[in-house]
Nanobody
Framework: QVQLVESGGRLVQAGGSLRLSCAAS????????IAWFRQAPGKEREFVAA????????IYADSVKGRFTISRDNAKSVMVLQMNDLKDGDTATYYC???????????????????WGQGTQVTVSS
């Protein structure tokens, strides 16, 4: 049974940093494309960042480029989203996602991912 479990969300001041983790089980993690999405209150879920080890691709939403970093530890089956210089607009529930077969052109697409975590809340206060 595949399971993704996020952790690390909390209240943080604007300009601060936060590290989100997502632990995967029941998968051969090194084969998986991984991604982070987020959903703010009253808005649709949106793409944040993704990594495909198979294609060597790492991509980011323009809104987080230069501030967020996605990484993975295949030995531990963990993906991480390091978030720096947080802004009010980063307040959202953050979801990790994974799937074994995601072509590069679909890395930003929610429908490309088979497995999702339950979400972790990040609140940025100014």
């Amino acid at each position: 049974q595949v399971q993704l479990v996020e952790s690390g969300g909390r209240l943080v001041q604007a300009g601060g940093s936060l590290r989100l983790s997502c632990a995967a089980s029941g998968v051969t993690f090194r084969r998986y494309a991984i991604a982070w999405f987020r959903q703010a209150p009253g808005k649709e879920r949106e793409f944040v960042a993704a990594n495909s080890q198979r294609s060597g691709s790492t991509i980011y939403a323009d809104s987080v480029k230069g501030r967020f970093t996605i990484s993975r530890d295949n030995a531990k089956s963990v993906m991480v989203l390091q978030m720096n210089d947080l802004k009010d607009g980063d307040t959202a529930t953050y979801y990790c996602a994974g799937s074994e077969t995601v072509i590069v052109s679909q890395l930003r697409s929610q429908s490309a991912y088979s497995y999702w975590g339950q979400g972790t809340q990040v609140t940025v206060s100014s």
